[in-house]
């Protein structure tokens, strides 16, 4: 039988702990604004950190604000964020991202999700077209600082391994689960240890278990 929720409450507490003892207690930076954000993020699906960044900068110098990008021919948009890889797709995504933002709320602005409840801001976010749980959790997280949980491939990875979660869990149904498990205070660190826990420890092939400092407490160690 599965552990109930109180084990897990228990174990993530614990993993909370050690990662923080390792990494650090990641302290919040200033992001980017929202809209930033959001352009930013619909970069990062499905390419590196380095490559998201070239693409962001040649996009802004580019252009000289986002209506331009809103309003630019679609291949002017694609050429500039290809960098970060499947331009063809991203590019209208963006376009129809911010068209989206223009047309509900009139202006190329998010800053009215700070006064929104975090479900309510969630939803309206993943209204947009490409934008699922992940972009919107870290547009509320990061912009706001509110309690939104991101879920990437990292923290998918870890999560599942440890056993916060199911080894069947989707990314997607994630989010809401460890919503429910750890502190909303404690979403920023957790999600930031996590993924430098996925990219130094925990990969994806090959995991350096024989280092990790949770193997007592890692389904997948146990299970070898």
């Known amino acids: 039988m599965p552990p109930g929720h109180d084990a897990i409450q228990q174990k993530y507490r614990i993993v909370y702990n050690l990662l923080s ?4 207690e990641p302290q919040r930076r200033r992001y ?9 993020t619909i970069l990062s699906q499905q390419t590196t950190g380095a490559n998201r960044q070239r693409a962001f900068e040649a996009l802004k110098e580019r252009f000289p604000n986002w ?4 309003n630019a021919d679609v291949a002017a948009v694609r050429e500039a964020i290809r960098p970060a890889g499947l331009a ?18 009139g202006k190329l602005s ?16 993943m209204q947009i077209t490409g934008v699922g749980p992940k972009t919107a959790s870290i ?19 870890v999560s599942r391994r440890l056993g916060l979660i199911g080894t069947k869990v989707t990314a997607d149904k994630a ?50």
């Open 21 to 24: 003892k390792v990494y650090g």
């Open 67 to 70: 209506e331009s990008v809103m």
């Open 175 to 224: 989010h809401e689960l460890l919503e429910n498990i750890v502190e909303p205070d404690n979403y920023y660190a957790f999600h930031i240890n996590l993924i430098r826990h996925g990219r130094e420890i925990c990969h994806a092939r090959a995991p350096q278990c024989q280092v990790c400092m949770l193997q007592e407490w890692c389904d997948y160690f146990q299970g070898k």
């Open 88 to 105: 063809n797709q991203k590019a209208p995504r963006i376009q129809n991202a911010l068209r989206f933002v223009m047309r509900e709320h």
């Open 32 to 40: 980017h604004p929202p809209i930033d954000q959001l352009v930013n």
């Open 110 to 125: 998010l800053d009215f999700l700070a006064d929104r409840p975090v479900q309510e801001g969630k939803a309206w976010l």
């Open 139 to 157: 547009i509320l997280l990061f912009t706001f600082g509110l309690p939104a949980f991101p879920v990437d491939t990292h923290v998918h990875r």
